[in-house]
């Protein structure tokens, strides 16, 4: 199983529509909620290569991105694989 993290913030609807697409693909993660934590958003915006708008997701330590582009990988198909579905 794929170790995946997403750095959110309480009321993003952008947050609400990755980690709604992460259910829907039947895949749990860890969220880590970057609101109150400005040691916690750092980490999110180095590991993220200067990234600092939530969501941000990681797969097995890998950057995969925003919400944006977590859609835009559903829709060209490359997903799944990513997530470690057939």
Not at 18 to 39: C, F, M, P, R
Not at 47 to 53: D, E, H, K, L, V
Not at 54 to 73: A, K, R, S, T, W
């Amino acid at each position: 199983m794929k170790n995946i993290e997403i750095y959110t913030t309480m009321f993003c609807p952008f947050c609400s529509r990755a980690k709604k697409l992460l259910k829907q693909k039947g895949v749990t993660y860890k969220e880590i909620d970057v609101t109150v934590s400005g040691d916690l958003r750092q980490e999110m915006t180095k590991r993220a290569g200067g990234s600092y708008t939530v969501p941000q997701v990681f797969v097995d330590g890998e950057h995969i991105g925003d919400c944006n582009y977590l859609y835009m990988l559903e829709g060209a198909g490359k997903l799944d694989p990513i997530l470690g579905k057939s």
